[in-house]
């Protein structure tokens, strides 16, 4: 599965938007982005996945680069609750072994 | 709905015995998994069940560690003369279907101890 590089922590102000970004250069063509979060003394969550289309749920939106090399994710309005790491996971469609990497530790500040 | 469960939260134990880290996925997934998580260290797989398949394992850290899937539902993971370095949170998740295995829905985790 392709690496991904995201940037170790980042603050958001209550209310705002958090834009989460993550470089996965060397993406294959059937590799999905999927992006989980932990919040603090919890399992993971799943929040959403993309090929290359973008993608909005009701917790989140994706936005795929066209050449698929970066994504955001974004949390249109960032509550306290939204304080976690959130980690990028590149994986092909059946690759079922999430690989977790460091994360980015999202700060959401009143 | 009722999420996955994990039992017990936290176990501590002596090195050297042997411990299980009991899973209920939620009703109807077909795949779970397992994965540990030492302290400031990131998510590690262990073992991945689907349906009547025969388990991945290439996760699993050595021999001492063993998992089973009894019925398709509860999964028991077994930790033999356990190790100071066993010292981790032991995630067990589970997913819907083949076509959805990447969503995983995770438990709280055991946090196990070896003293």
Redesign the interface.
Known sequence: DAKTTQPPSMDCAEGRAANLPCNHSTISGNE?V?WYRQIHS?????II?GLKNNETNEMASLIITEDRKSSTLILPHATLRDTAVYYC?V?Q???????????TILRVKS | GAGVSQSPSNKVTEKGKDVELRCDPISGHTALYWYRQSLGQGLEFLIYFQGNSAPDKSGLPSDRFSAERTGGSVSTLTIQRTQQEDSAVYLCASSPSRDRGNEQFFGPGTRLTVL
């Open positions: 999905y999927y919890q399992g993971p969550q799943y996945h996971i994986i469609q059946y690759g079922n072994k999430l690989v977790f990497g460091a994360g």
